[in-house]
């Protein structure tokens, strides 16, 4: 680590005595890890000197809007370039980002596709490389210089996110960087994919690379590819993405390289360094028209993936003047041994997605554009974990984060006059999809997830329902794929790919987008397994907006003991496409029907089993009595709800056979409701009294602060508990522990029993 | 050569007639309610021009051809027929949710950021229409689970009592293993004979388009369906109009591929965008006759630019899976990008960099832009040409639509000029120079994906605003050489009396030929050529049932490829069609290779990862007698003569030069081939101006043509 304080307990050492110190210090340094001086900011750096004389000599707005747009074209071609070329899933799908960074590490322009959240991470790694790198004389950065990343400890989401960085120089001097990104998959950790749900440490989360040179003379070096490429399960997408990002890469650079020959290296410069600052401005003026107001909000995540519990992510929004300040204190503790803590960088991401995306979509992409607003959290908590937790599931984290600002930013655009879209609802924050891995059809070792994970439905607005399976939470133009072309690599094949689940609904007056069944079955492999890892199955990972619901929870379900692939040739008729009358009618005798929830760890799979999920529905917009009673004979009609879910929640009174609406029926069953919600209601005052209890359940693992005292956090029980700035280990037992005691204790009271009998 | 092209396009039909070395242009208003008319009408000035009758015309000329936007209007216009769609079982979904970006598809990048305001377009198929069937095969073809013969009847009544007037058909797989798509159709013909009343027609996704991806497959045959009613009767129309007028050749359809076909060998999918595709088979041949290098040709017209790369060498540049309004299809059609900026694009204050934006909003032709008169109050890029000179008020669009400055001049100012603290002027060039940029960097970054370099090009300029607009946008990108084409006002009419008859049929494949794992190199002949020689022998018939000799087909082939796991599949074009041993394999490696490493950057290639053929595709087409372009190149600067005296001179400011230049004005009718004129310089038409800036110089050539030389 860097800076150690040195206790000094019999006296207040001397400044002399002081460098004396810090000069042993940075002498002996025994691991340059990551670096909270870096990793905790995520503003711009200081305006530099070279940045300042460029200005000062060249600061013509039409010159430099001149010059960002060939910058911003060329972005776009190196990220069409890493779609195109990748050979992961991820780059597939737009997983992906290329940008310009400053030469002080700071990301300027990056390309208008791609993942938006990378935007406020990728620069971390660069500022690493240039407070360690730059000026040791084992490193240096060169003409020619390439250094690859994926510890998300020293920047980015998580560890299958891997980055190429290169530095530009003209005439000698470092004048920008550019750099891409991509959500790689396989990573040599403990399950394949590259997000193990079942990693206790960072020990079990795969590669972990620190920035390190791997490109000289703009060639990769062949012993360390050959080092990663054995470190990993796929040898060959290490390889291929390696180029791609690397050639991309190149191609930003030509760019920047003809800019410099046309325009000089001021104007690249002051372009880089104004743009920043213009978008930062920007961004507190908008900020400013917001009502100066607090919002408060929870998420709860219910499980950490290896087991059920209850995990708070408590959000507070604050507004005031041009200051907008989230704060997540009172969210949970970090678990020790638990992989869904993310790092403070990985929240502040997901947070940059929102205003980018959700709130001014307008707004260029890059890291200014979350750079003046604030984030407060717990020291090593789920939000802001340390350096010892292992945080390849991070996503969980990040995600309820997002859900939370975006809950509480509704309630701020509502009452914001100048509005750049529209006031929406929560939209679905669940990685719902397979993750899978092992031998292929074709002998290759293989390991990813479907692209399932990109039909997130969509929140519904201030004036319609949200759209079904719209995009992830990360991304715009996102993909869910075509199954076609996944099947010819894949050994697996999607029995029900995409078929909307009955009833997984957000209803309100407008209802959120909903999601899709997805059932698959290992076919022609003997080594391949999948995972999930999504929240999510038993208490929604959202809530509604302004009366609409929250989405319903999605399980996981598994029928095992069958081989599908000959029910389907030999008696088809048995076979049904949806998840609710396959786990109802159980129609493959012998077979066994389990559900669980969504954290299922590696599973090899035989042939022909079936596991079975369902993608989210977004959230839902307002009471949904007002729903037009049209609106839900449709969602009938287009299999979206069963007619009971109709008449039980929107009191909708119609014609089973002709659906056909009673619209005096339903407004006399409307009215009945409301005066049935008046007669249930009781004073605030009277409600706070029977409702508050002064301490977590004692049944449930709860984690995380209880009512108003956001500085105690619980630990899985009333009685376990840590202050919010002091922090503690929380360990988890294993799952298979716990399962062992229990079936020992009921041994033991059968030996009981049976010693009573005998 | 005696022939007559056609380009039906929205507003106007424009003919292109070819008799024995007359080329004759002629427009009229399109007549949507009977395109008969608007094309008599315009084959009537052509006819006139000859002193000839219609019937005498069509009696002798060796075809008529057509391309049109009547399939891009209906699908506008969302004027179809209700489809009913059966899809596999557990796929019911799937064109519902169009891959969830489907959202953006056909939208500017504001569009596709902006989620919470994102709607997906109203379908062409409505949810409660699209039903399942219990049938699968997987991706080699094998049976996974049988049709279910009774579930198909059931639900195609289901379908017909819900009001279905077309059915369409799409499996999973099917283009591996066409069976059950093939058994639905005969379930449908036994259930609807089409000889009884209640007849239903069937689309089946395999015969739409030959490649894997079942979303992008189900939404071309939606597509095809969907148009095929419309298509059909509108072209009929126009068949009958001919037989009529004594014509008995086959009537000829362009297709976006960019060759064309007769009538019955014609989906409705293939017909869409076939006008701006006739326009770069016409920049090709220009190019080919005139040997002008590689072409980037460029179409700027009101709303749209258009940008087409035609290169040395007859690489064709293909998309697969293009954007057809809203909807992504499979379909392989001529590469066309189509960016936003035009004429009618909307100027605004940039508040964040202090500057000006422009578009992506576009006033369109209504209200239009300020200057119009019509109600507009936002500053355009018409506006700012008006503003700067350029533009003639009394005499804009053949003096069709008047223009009015001070409306112009007013809404620049109310925009821009307090914000920017500048003069209307000023504000003005600002706007020019913006457009013009976005358009470079468009063009920029479509030629440099692809490996190209734009200083290699010769950039053609043609629509509306083209010639008013090219030196600008060529300025920024080291273009030298710009050239408004011969017959610019009807250049897909010429473009599609250019195009030969011509089939693309293509297969699906997983095709390894080199394998990483085991290092092995492909060694499978037989089937690779077994398949090729399959595709051949079907161009072959389509052509042949239209009436063409087996001596004169001709066949190329193309093989879609990647290395790894890529998802590009870069298109190698292999001269040898069969395969005989190792030589032949490694050949197509090294062909793949080096188009590979054009696009992409040499030493990008990546062959240890493996490679792999996923698309076999092969052109059948027979060559027709072209148009011949006249030497248009320019005169050498030594013999170039100089202009009559301007007829006028107007008041212009130009981008980065200062002050006002009191500028000569000519009508293009007095420019006489090998004069040249040195900006700056208006050169006016009925149809459009030709700007030449400070700095370049314009040197007119034989047919009209007019070339734009930087000095």
Same mark, same amino acid.
């Given at each position: 680590?860097?800076?150690?304080?040195? %206790?000094?307990?019999?006296?207040?050492?001397?400044?002399?005595?002081?460098?004396?110190?810090?000069?042993?210090?940075?002498?002996?340094?025994?691991?340059?890890?990551?670096?909270?001086?870096?990793?905790?900011?995520?503003?711009?750096?200081?305006?530099?000197?070279?940045?300042?004389?460029?200005?000062?000599?060249?600061?013509?707005?039409?010159?430099?809007?001149?010059?960002?747009?060939?910058?911003?074209?060329?972005?776009?071609?190196?990220?069409?370039?890493?779609?195109?070329?990748?050979?992961?899933?991820?780059?597939?799908?737009?997983?992906?980002?290329?940008?310009?960074?400053?030469?002080?590490?700071?990301?300027?322009?990056?390309?208008?596709?791609?993942?938006?959240?990378?935007?406020?991470?990728?620069?971390? %790694?660069?500022?690493?490389?240039?407070?360690?790198?730059?000026?040791?004389?084992?490193?240096?950065?060169?003409?020619?210089?390439?250094?690859?990343?994926?510890?998300?400890?020293?920047?980015?989401?998580?560890?299958?996110?891997?980055?190429?960085?290169?530095?530009?120089?003209?005439?000698?001097?470092?004048?920008?960087?550019?750099?891409?990104?991509?959500?790689?998959?396989?990573?040599? !950790?403990?399950?394949?994919?590259?997000?193990?749900?079942?990693?206790?440490?960072?020990?079990?989360?795969?590669?972990?690379?620190?920035?390190?040179?791997?490109?000289?003379?703009?060639?990769?070096?062949?012993?360390?590819?050959?080092?990663?490429?054995?470190?990993?399960?796929?040898?060959?997408?290490?390889?291929?993405?390696?180029?791609?990002?690397?050639?991309?890469?190149?191609?930003?650079?030509?760019?920047?390289?003809?800019?410099?020959?046309?325009?000089?290296?001021?104007?690249?410069?002051?372009?880089?360094?104004?743009?920043?600052?213009?978008?930062?401005?920007?961004?507190?003026?908008?900020?400013?028209?917001?009502?100066?107001?607090?919002?408060?909000?929870?998420?709860?995540?219910?499980?950490?993936?290896?087991?059920?519990?209850?995990?708070?992510?408590?959000?507070?929004?604050?507004?005031?003047?041009?200051?907008?300040?989230?704060?997540?204190?009172?969210?949970?503790?970090?678990?020790?041994?638990?992989?869904?803590?993310?790092?403070?960088?990985?929240?502040?991401?997901?947070?940059?997605?929102?205003?980018?995306?959700?709130?001014?979509?307008?707004?260029?992409?890059?890291?200014?554009?979350?750079?003046?607003?604030?984030?407060?959290?717990?020291?090593?908590?789920?939000?802001?974990?340390?350096?010892?937790?292992?945080?390849?599931?991070?996503?969980?984290?990040?995600?309820?984060?997002?859900?939370?600002?975006?809950?509480?930013?509704?309630?701020?655009?509502?009452?914001?006059?100048?509005?750049?879209?529209?006031?929406?609802?929560?939209?679905?924050?669940?990685?719902?999809?397979?993750?899978?891995?092992?031998?292929?059809?074709?002998?290759?070792?293989?390991?990813?997830?479907?692209?399932?994970?990109?039909?997130?439905?969509?929140?519904?607005?201030?004036?319609?329902?949200?759209?079904?399976?719209?995009?992830?939470?990360?991304?715009?133009?996102?993909?869910?794929?075509?199954?076609?072309?996944?099947?010819?690599?894949?050994?697996?094949?999607?029995?029900?790919?995409?078929?909307?689940?009955?009833?997984?609904?957000?209803?309100?007056?407008?209802?959120?987008?909903?999601?899709?069944?997805?059932?698959?079955?290992?076919?022609?492999?003997?080594?391949?397994?999948?995972?999930?890892?999504?929240?999510?199955?038993?208490?929604?990972?959202?809530?509604?907006?302004?009366?609409?619901?929250?989405?319903?929870?999605?399980?996981?379900?598994?029928?095992?003991?069958?081989?599908?692939?000959?029910?389907?040739?030999?008696?088809?008729?048995?076979?049904?496409?949806?998840?609710?009358?396959?786990?109802?009618?159980?129609?493959?005798?012998?077979?066994?029907?389990?559900?669980?929830?969504?954290?299922?760890?590696?599973?090899?799979?035989?042939?022909?089993?079936?596991?079975?999920?369902?993608?989210?529905?977004?959230?839902?917009?307002?009471?949904?009595?007002?729903?037009?009673? !049209?609106?839900?004979?449709?969602?009938?009609?287009?299999?979206?709800?069963?007619?009971?879910?109709?008449?039980?929640?929107?009191?909708?009174?119609?014609?089973?056979?002709?659906?056909?609406?009673?619209?005096?029926?339903?407004?006399?069953?409307?009215?009945?409701?409301?005066?049935?919600?008046?007669?249930?209601?009781? %004073?605030?005052?009277?409600?706070?009294?029977?409702?508050?209890?002064?301490?977590?359940?004692?049944?449930?693992?709860?984690?995380?602060?209880?009512?108003?005292?956001?500085?105690?956090?619980?630990?899985?029980?009333?009685?376990?508990?840590?202050?919010?700035?002091?922090?503690?280990?929380?360990?988890?037992?294993?799952?298979?522990?716990?399962?062992?005691?229990?079936?020992?204790?009921?041994? !033991?009271?059968?030996?009981?029993?049976?010693?009573?009998?005998? | 050569?005696?022939?007559?092209?056609?380009?039906?396009?929205?507003?106007?039909?424009? +003919?292109?007639?070819?008799?024995?070395?007359?080329?004759?242009?002629?427009?009229? $208003?399109?007549?949507?309610?009977?395109?008969?008319?608007?094309?008599?009408?315009?084959?009537?000035?052509?006819?006139?021009?000859?002193?000839?009758?219609?019937?005498? &015309?069509?009696?002798?000329?060796?075809?008529?051809?057509?391309?049109?936007?009547?399939?891009?209007?209906?699908?506008? *216009?969302?004027?179809?027929?209700?489809?009913?769609?059966?899809?596999?079982?557990?796929?019911?979904?799937?064109?519902?949710?169009?891959?969830?970006?489907?959202?953006?598809?056909?939208?500017?990048?504001?569009?596709?950021?902006?989620?919470?305001?994102?709607?997906?377009?109203?379908?062409?198929?409505?949810?409660?229409?699209?039903?399942?069937?219990?049938?699968?095969?997987?991706?080699?073809?094998?049976?996974?689970?049988?049709?279910?013969?009774?579930?198909?009847?059931?639900?195609?009544?289901?379908?017909?009592?819900?009001?279905?007037?077309?059915?369409?058909?799409?499996?999973?797989?099917?283009?591996?293993?066409?069976?059950?798509?093939?058994?639905?159709?005969?379930?449908?013909?036994?259930?609807?004979?089409?000889?009884?009343?209640?007849?239903?027609?069937?689309?089946?996704?395999?015969?739409?388009?030959?490649?894997?991806?079942?979303?992008?497959?189900?939404?071309?045959?939606?597509?095809?369906?969907?148009?095929?009613?419309?298509?059909?009767?509108?072209?009929?129309?126009?068949?009958?109009?001919?037989?009529?007028?004594?014509?008995?050749?086959?009537?000829?359809? &362009?297709?976006?591929?960019?060759?064309?076909?007769?009538?019955?060998?014609?989906?409705?999918?293939?017909?869409?965008?076939?006008?701006?595709?006739?326009? &770069?088979?016409?920049?090709?041949?220009?190019?080919?006759? +005139?040997?002008?290098?590689?072409?980037?040709?460029?179409?700027?017209?009101?709303?749209?630019?258009?940008?087409?790369?035609?290169?040395?060498?007859?690489?064709?540049?293909?998309?697969?899976?293009?954007?057809?309004?809203?909807?992504?299809?499979?379909?392989?059609?001529?590469?066309?990008?189509?960016?936003?900026?035009?004429?009618?694009?909307?100027?605004?204050?940039?508040?964040?960099?202090?500057?000006?934006? +422009?578009?992506?909003?576009?006033?369109?032709?209504?209200?239009?832009?300020?200057?119009?008169?019509?109600?507009?109050?936002?500053?355009?890029?018409?506006?700012?040409?008006?503003?700067?000179?350029?533009?003639?008020?009394?005499?804009?669009?053949?003096?069709?639509?008047?223009?009015?400055?001070?409306?112009?001049?007013?809404?620049? *100012?109310?925009?821009?000029?307090?914000?920017?603290?500048?003069?209307?002027?000023?504000?003005?060039?600002?706007?020019?120079?913006?457009?013009?940029?976005?358009?470079?960097?468009?063009?920029?970054?479509?030629?440099?994906?692809?490996?190209?370099?734009?200083?290699?090009?010769?950039?053609?300029?043609?629509?509306?605003?083209?010639?008013?607009? +090219?030196?600008? &946008?060529?300025?920024?990108?080291?273009?030298?050489?710009?050239?408004?084409?011969?017959?610019?006002?009807?250049?897909?009419?010429?473009?599609?009396?250019?195009?030969?008859?011509?089939?693309?049929?293509?297969?699906?494949?997983?095709?390894?030929?080199?394998?990483?794992?085991?290092?092995?190199?492909?060694?499978?002949?037989?089937?690779?050529?077994?398949?090729?020689?399959?595709?051949?022998?079907?161009?072959?018939?389509?052509?042949?049932?239209?009436?063409?000799?087996?001596?004169?087909?001709?066949?190329?082939?193309?093989?879609?490829?990647?290395?790894?796991?890529?998802?590009?599949?870069?298109?190698?074009?292999?001269?040898?069609?069969?395969?005989?041993?190792?030589?032949?394999? $490694?050949?197509?490696?090294?062909?793949?290779?080096?188009?590979?490493?054009?696009?992409?950057?040499?030493?990008?290639?990546?062959?240890?990862?493996?490679?792999?053929?996923?698309?076999?595709?092969?052109?059948?087409?027979?060559?027709?007698?072209?148009?011949?372009? *006249?030497?248009?190149?320019?005169?050498?600067?030594?013999?170039?003569?100089?202009?009559?005296?301007?007829?006028?001179?107007?008041?212009?400011?130009?981008?980065?030069?200062?002050?006002?230049?009191?500028?000569?004005?000519?009508?293009?009718?007095?420019?006489?081939?090998?004069?040249?004129?040195?900006?700056?310089?208006?050169?006016?038409?009925?149809?459009?101006?030709?700007?030449?800036?400070?700095?370049?110089?314009?040197?007119?050539?034989?047919?009209?043509?007019?070339?734009?030389?930087?000095?």
């Amino acid at each position: 680590m860097n800076k150690i304080a040195t %206790p000094a307990k019999t006296k207040t050492p001397s400044s002399e005595e002081l460098a004396l110190i810090e000069k042993f210090l940075n002498d002996t340094t025994l691991f340059l890890g990551p670096d909270p001086e870096i990793m905790q900011n995520h503003d711009l750096m200081p305006r530099s000197a070279v940045e300042d004389e460029a200005i000062g000599r060249m600061s013509d707005a039409h010159t430099i809007a001149k010059i960002r747009d060939r910058i911003q074209a060329g972005c776009d071609e190196g990220y069409e370039m890493v779609e195109q070329m990748g050979a992961a899933p991820g780059a597939k799908w737009g997983d992906v980002i290329t940008g310009v960074y400053s030469a002080s590490g700071d990301l300027a322009i990056a390309s208008a596709g791609g993942v938006l959240l990378f935007s406020a991470l990728v620069h971390h %790694p660069i500022k690493f490389i240039i407070k360690n790198w730059l000026n040791d004389p084992t490193v240096g950065v060169r003409e020619g210089d390439g250094f690859i990343h994926n510890d998300s400890r020293y920047g980015n989401v998580h560890n299958t996110d891997q980055s190429m960085i290169l530095p530009i120089f003209h005439d000698g001097k470092l004048v920008c960087w550019v750099a891409s990104t991509v959500h790689e998959g396989e990573n040599g !950790a403990i399950e394949p994919g590259g997000m193990p749900s079942m990693a206790e440490s960072p020990s079990d989360e795969g590669l972990k690379m620190c920035p390190f040179k791997v490109v000289e003379n703009y060639e990769i070096k062949r012993d360390l590819l050959t080092f990663l490429q054995n470190s990993v399960r796929e040898p060959k997408l290490q390889y291929e993405d390696m180029k791609v990002k690397l050639y991309a890469c190149l191609r930003i650079k030509q760019r920047i390289v003809e800019t410099l020959g046309t325009d000089g290296p001021d104007a690249l410069v002051s372009t880089l360094r104004l743009t920043m600052e213009n978008v930062r401005t920007e961004v507190k003026r908008r900020v400013s028209e917001w009502p100066d107001m607090t919002v408060r909000t929870y998420v709860i995540q219910d499980s950490t993936l290896r087991e059920n519990c209850v995990v708070k992510v408590n959000c507070k929004l604050t507004k005031t003047g041009d200051r907008l300040i989230f704060d997540f204190r009172g969210s949970a503790p970090e678990f020790t041994n638990r992989p869904t803590n993310t790092i403070v960088a990985g929240l502040k991401g997901m947070l940059s997605q929102l205003f980018l995306c959700y709130v001014w979509p307008d707004l260029p992409r890059g890291q200014a554009a979350f750079a003046p607003i604030e984030v407060i959290t717990d020291p090593h908590s789920i939000m802001n974990c340390s350096y010892d937790a292992p945080n390849s599931q991070s996503l969980m984290s990040i995600f309820t984060g997002f859900t939370a600002g975006q809950h509480a930013v509704a309630k701020f655009l509502y009452s914001c006059p100048e509005k750049y879209t529209k006031v929406h609802a929560p939209t679905f924050n669940m990685i719902n999809t397979f993750i899978w891995g092992g031998v292929s059809q074709h002998g290759e070792t293989l390991g990813n997830l479907c692209a399932d994970l990109n039909g997130m439905g969509a929140g519904a607005t201030v004036d319609r329902d949200g759209e079904h399976a719209l995009a992830p939470i990360f991304a715009t133009m996102a993909d869910i794929g075509e199954q076609e072309l996944n099947e010819e690599d894949v050994p697996f094949l999607q029995l029900v790919s995409k078929k909307m689940t009955r009833d997984a609904i957000a209803p309100g007056k407008y209802r959120g987008g909903q999601g899709y069944t997805m059932m698959v079955a290992t076919k022609d492999s003997d080594q391949w397994g999948f995972m999930t890892t999504c929240q999510g199955a038993k208490i929604p990972p959202m809530q509604g907006l302004f009366g609409g619901y929250a989405c319903g929870t999605y399980p996981l379900a598994k029928i095992r003991g069958v081989d599908v692939y000959d029910v389907l040739l030999e008696t088809p008729e048995k076979f049904r496409h949806s998840i609710e009358e396959l786990m109802n009618e159980r129609p493959f005798e012998g077979a066994s029907y389990t559900t669980h929830h969504m954290g299922m760890g590696f599973e090899i799979s035989k042939r022909g089993e079936l596991f079975m999920i369902s993608q989210g529905a977004g959230a839902g917009y307002g009471d949904l009595l007002e729903r037009d009673p !049209a609106g839900v004979v449709r969602d009938i009609e287009e299999g979206l709800i069963s007619p009971g879910v109709a008449e039980r929640l929107y009191k909708v009174k119609f014609d089973p056979a002709t659906l056909a609406i009673d619209h005096q029926a339903t407004a006399t069953a409307r009215d009945a409701e409301r005066k049935a919600r008046l007669a249930r209601g009781v %004073p605030y005052a009277e409600f706070v009294k029977t409702w508050n209890k002064p301490t977590p359940p004692a049944h449930l693992q709860y984690f995380g602060c209880w009512g108003e005292d956001i500085d105690k956090l619980y630990m899985g029980s009333a009685e376990r508990f840590r202050t919010g700035s002091e922090p503690k280990p929380n360990y988890m037992p294993n799952p298979k522990d716990v399962r062992i005691a229990e079936l020992e204790a009921r041994l !033991a009271a059968l030996d009981a029993l049976g010693g009573e009998k005998q | 050569m005696r022939r007559v092209s056609v380009d039906i396009g929205g507003t106007f039909t424009d +003919c292109f007639v070819v008799w024995d070395g007359k080329y004759i242009e002629a427009k009229a $208003l399109t007549t949507h309610h009977n395109l008969a008319l608007g094309f008599n009408e315009a084959l009537g000035k052509a006819y006139r021009d000859l002193g000839l009758e219609l019937e005498e &015309i069509l009696a002798q000329v060796d075809s008529v051809r057509y391309a049109t936007t009547l399939g891009t209007n209906a699908l506008i *216009e969302h004027k179809g027929p209700r489809i009913g769609m059966l899809v596999t079982a557990g796929y019911e979904a799937t064109v519902p949710l169009s891959r969830a970006r489907g959202y953006g598809e056909g939208l500017d990048i504001l569009g596709q950021q902006d989620l919470p305001n994102a709607q997906r377009p109203d379908p062409l198929v409505l949810p409660h229409m699209i039903r399942g069937v219990r049938e699968r095969v997987d991706f080699q073809g094998d049976l996974v689970m049988p049709l279910d013969e009774n579930d198909v009847r059931a639900q195609i009544r289901e379908l017909v009592d819900r009001g279905a007037e077309i059915i369409v058909v799409a499996l999973v797989n099917s283009v591996v293993n066409p069976a059950h798509e093939q058994r639905i159709e005969e379930i449908l013909l036994e259930e609807y004979p089409s000889h009884l009343l209640g007849a239903i027609p069937v689309v089946l996704s395999h015969q739409v388009a030959g490649r894997k991806g079942e979303y992008v497959r189900a939404s071309s045959a939606i597509v095809d369906g969907y148009l095929h009613s419309t298509m059909y009767h509108a072209l009929s129309a126009l068949e009958q109009n001919l037989r009529a007028h004594r014509y008995e050749q086959p009537m000829l359809v &362009i297709h976006n591929s960019g060759g064309m076909a007769q009538l019955n060998s014609t989906d409705a999918l293939q017909t869409i965008h076939s006008g701006p595709v006739s326009g &770069i088979g016409a920049s090709e041949h220009l190019a080919m006759q +005139c040997g002008l290098g590689n072409v980037v040709a460029t179409d700027m017209g009101g709303t749209s630019y258009d940008i087409g790369i035609v290169v040395e060498g007859g690489i064709k540049h293909y998309d697969f899976n293009p954007v057809i309004d809203r909807w992504l299809v499979s379909v392989p059609m001529v590469h066309l990008v189509t960016l936003g900026s035009g004429g009618g694009s909307i100027a605004s204050y940039d508040r964040m960099y202090d500057t000006v934006k +422009c578009g992506p909003e576009s006033a369109g032709s209504d209200p239009g832009p300020a200057c119009y008169d019509r109600g507009g109050m936002r500053p355009t890029v018409t506006d700012a040409d008006l503003l700067l000179g350029y533009l003639d008020p009394q005499n804009y669009a053949g003096g069709s639509i008047p223009l009015n400055p001070r409306r112009a001049a007013a809404a620049v *100012e109310d925009t821009l000029c307090d914000e920017l603290d500048c003069s209307v002027i000023e504000a003005a060039l600002l706007i020019r120079e913006k457009v013009d940029d976005n358009m470079a960097n468009g063009l920029f970054t479509e030629l440099r994906a692809r490996g190209y370099d734009p200083k290699d090009f010769t950039m053609l300029a043609y629509g509306g605003n083209g010639p008013l607009h +090219c030196c600008g &946008i060529a300025q920024n990108l080291s273009i030298d050489k710009i050239l408004a084409p011969p017959f610019s006002s009807v250049f897909s009419a010429v473009g599609a009396g250019n195009l030969h008859q011509l089939h693309i049929h293509e297969t699906s494949l997983y095709m390894v030929l080199y394998d990483s794992n085991s290092r092995r190199l492909f060694d499978d002949y037989v089937r690779f050529n077994d398949i090729v020689a399959d595709l051949k022998e079907r161009g072959t018939q389509d052509l042949l049932r239209q009436g063409m000799a087996r001596e004169d087909i001709h066949h190329s082939l193309e093989l879609d490829m990647r290395y790894g796991n890529q998802l590009v599949q870069t298109t190698a074009v292999i001269p040898r069609h069969e395969v005989r041993g190792p030589a032949d394999v $490694l050949a197509i490696i090294e062909q793949f290779s080096e188009d590979y490493g054009k696009r992409f950057g040499k030493g990008s290639q990546a062959p240890e990862a493996g490679i792999r053929i996923n698309t076999i595709r092969v052109a059948a087409f027979v060559r027709h007698e072209t148009v011949q372009f *006249e030497d248009i190149k320019p005169l050498p600067a030594e013999r170039r003569k100089s202009p009559p005296p301007p007829s006028s001179t107007r008041t212009c400011h130009f981008v980065g030069h200062a002050g006002a230049f009191e500028t000569p004005v000519w009508s293009r009718a007095a420019i006489e081939p090998g004069m040249q004129i040195a900006g700056p310089a208006i050169i006016a038409s009925e149809v459009t101006t030709f700007l030449v800036n400070p700095g370049w110089n314009f040197v007119a050539a034989r047919q009209g043509a007019s070339w734009f030389l930087r000095a």
